[in-house]
């Protein structure tokens, strides 16, 4: 099978079966409300900050309704941001004051969230990130909220990134000793050069083997800035865009995620528009199997501690889709090669089960053309509702006009679409 050709360090066998999981992006972000960069973006000191952290209440947080909803959506693992790059601590940290148990809120958040999805079947995995704008040994620099202060400038000298590598990495191995199994974590991230942060800041390569030993099993994503390493990572991260081909790295195809959001920020942002529909969402979710990747599909929840009617509204509809398409996403990767794509279609195909899947984009009239698959298809049916679609030789009036490759198979489509987000046609090979 077309399988990635560089094999992760970790078990990366449920996560390539899984291949769609829920991203969280939560914490005092969700009150201004307007991305999880707002303290860079808006250049906020820490004591104009302070007044989310005074405010902070999710009375209506039901993680158990929360991993309900991821798995009916057929999400088979969440990632959570046990720190964002503000530094608030979503879980109750030995190494800090700053975490929600000292907010109004006062109780961990991560350890019930935890169990909750554990409790519905699905994997766990930590975002935790490297940026910290609060702690006050980390060095203002190109993209701290205090960047264009000069006074913070030169306070900054003073600080020793060496000091906030041992808070790194005390948090990181609590994260890593309190919780369980963790089964991925996505450390966020590097920007080495010119005032910038990388490896030797953070101590990537101490910090890695700390977590795999702690977690033999755990897969790691490719932002500690270890990449020209074999054992500093195991999957890349391509976010906000689709890739055109399955990635490699020097010749050779890696595992990959791609994390999405449904509009353009993490973090909850309630005056944004410009929402994705569920069919797009679901042509992320296909696009991304068909090159063998997996989808990381991101929330952001309320400060109240709810995930807004815009994204239950999708998570729902997704969900439906999923519920009689599941078996053209889960254990399914690129299609071997031979098999053209075709126009306006992605493939997806289950090595195990030798199906294929071809998820049609955008309905044609009347037929459509598989090259390449003739005499090797035992049966087709439109996976929506099982009917079968014959197959038909072109007619000789058309064979007179257009070109009707040899080795071609050809489906007799139903005029009318299926209902759904993405119709798909399933084959049952040889
Ligand atoms: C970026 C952003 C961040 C977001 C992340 C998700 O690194 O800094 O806000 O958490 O991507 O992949």
């Known amino acids: 099978m077309d399988a990635p050709i560089r094999e992760a360090i970790g078990d990366a066998s449920w996560f390539v079966d899984a291949r769609f999981g829920l991203f969280i992006h939560w914490g005092l972000y969700a009150m201004p409300a307007r991305h999880e960069w707002v303290k860079s973006r808006a250049r906020i000191t820490d004591a104009d900050y302070q007044r989310y952290f005074d405010h902070f209440d999710p009375d209506l947080y039901d993680p158990a309704a929360w991993a309900r909803v991821a798995k009916d959506a057929g999400m088979k693992y969440f990632v959570i941001t046990t720190k964002h790059h503000d530094g608030f601590c979503l879980w109750d940290s030995e190494h800090t004051d700053y ?189 991304t199997v068909s090159k063998g990747g997996n989808l990381l599909l991101n929330v952001g929840p309320t400060a109240r501690g709810e995930f807004a009617e815009r994204a239950l509204n999708r998570l729902g509809a997704i969900g439906e889709w999923m519920r009689g398409h599941d078996r053209s996403v889960y254990g399914c990767t690129r299609a071997p090669a031979g098999f053209e794509t075709p126009t306006d279609c992605r493939l997806t195909y289950n090595p195990t089960t030798k199906r294929l899947y071809v998820h049609v984009f955008a309905w044609p009239v009347g037929q459509l053309y598989l090259d390449g698959l003739a005499g090797k298809v035992r049966y087709a049916q439109l996976l929506n509702d099982g009917s079968e679609i014959p197959f038909v030789a072109p007619s000789s009036h058309q064979a007179s006009l257009d070109r009707v490759a040899e080795g071609s198979l050809v489906l007799k489509l139903p005029v009318r679409r299926p209902d759904v987000p993405v119709p798909v046609i399933e084959l049952f090979l040889e």
Not at 117 to 140: K, M, N, T
Not at 176 to 181: A, E, K, L, R, Y
Not at 204 to 230: A, C, F
């Open 99 to 287: 975490k929600v148990t000292n907010t109004p809120y006062g109780k961990d958040l991560i350890r019930p969230m935890v169990e909750a999805f554990r409790a519905e079947g699905l994997r766990v995995g930590f975002y935790h990130s490297l940026i910290d704008w609060h702690h006050p040994e980390y060095p203002v620099d190109r993209v701290h909220p205090m960047r264009d202060d000069t006074e913070s400038r030169a306070q900054s000298k003073q600080r020793d990134v060496g000091r906030y590598a041992e808070y790194l990495h005390a948090q990181v191995r609590e994260l890593m000793s309190d919780f369980g199994q963790i089964d991925y974590l996505f450390p966020d991230f590097s920007f080495p050069g010119e005032d910038g942060k990388g490896r030797d800041d953070w101590q990537s390569e101490s910090l890695v083997k700390m977590v795999r030993e702690l977690q033999p099993q755990i897969l790691v994503n490719g932002r500690l800035d270890l990449l020209d390493t074999s054992w500093g990572w195991d999957f890349r991260t391509p976010e906000q865009f689709a890739v055109r081909e399955w990635p490699q790295m020097n010749g050779r195809r890696v595992l990959w995620e791609t994390c999405q959001t449904f509009s353009g920020s993490w973090g909850y942002h309630r005056d944004e528009a410009t929402w994705k529909s569920v069919a797009q969402l679901v042509r992320v979710l296909v696009d």
